[in-house]
């Protein structure tokens, strides 16, 4: 099994800014990517963004130039500061880690979500 603990979500002026943090813990062995989704009321989960092991990084159109994503392999934990953020961000945002066990299985695991709430 893989924990996840996410922090750092709140409420925040629009024009704001919020650090997520999402750290990994148990049976992890090897990490490939890491991300961060979102899921608004009545909307489906969506990408925010994501990092590989090797720092490459994917943002949704939407969040470029605003979020970055960065991650510290060392203590198992990905970042998300996410700068001028506007009423459409608000959602619950969801720590997803896609990984491979000893055995060469893979595994995908979410945290328990954090909320974010931008007013206007």
């Known amino acids: 099994q893989v924990q996840l603990v996410e922090s750092g979500g709140g409420l925040v002026q629009a024009g704001g800014s919020l650090r997520l943090s999402c750290a990994a813990s148990?049976?992890?062995?090897?990490?490939?990517?890491m991300g961060w989704y979102r899921q608004a009321p009545g909307k489906q989960r969506e990408l925010v963004a994501a990092?590989?092991?090797?720092?490459?990084?994917n943002y949704a159109d939407s969040v470029k130039g605003r979020f970055t994503i960065s991650r510290d392999n060392a203590k198992n934990t990905v970042y998300l500061q996410m700068n001028s953020l506007k009423p459409e961000d608000t959602a619950v945002y969801y720590c997803?880690?896609?990984?491979?066990?000893?055995?060469?299985?893979?595994?995908?695991?979410w945290g328990q979500g954090t909320q974010v709430t931008v007013s206007s």
């Open positions: 997803n880690v896609l990984g491979t066990r000893w055995n060469s299985d893979p595994y995908d695991y």
């Open positions: 148990g049976s992890i062995f090897s990490i490939n990517a």
């Open positions: 990092i590989t092991s090797g720092g490459s990084t």
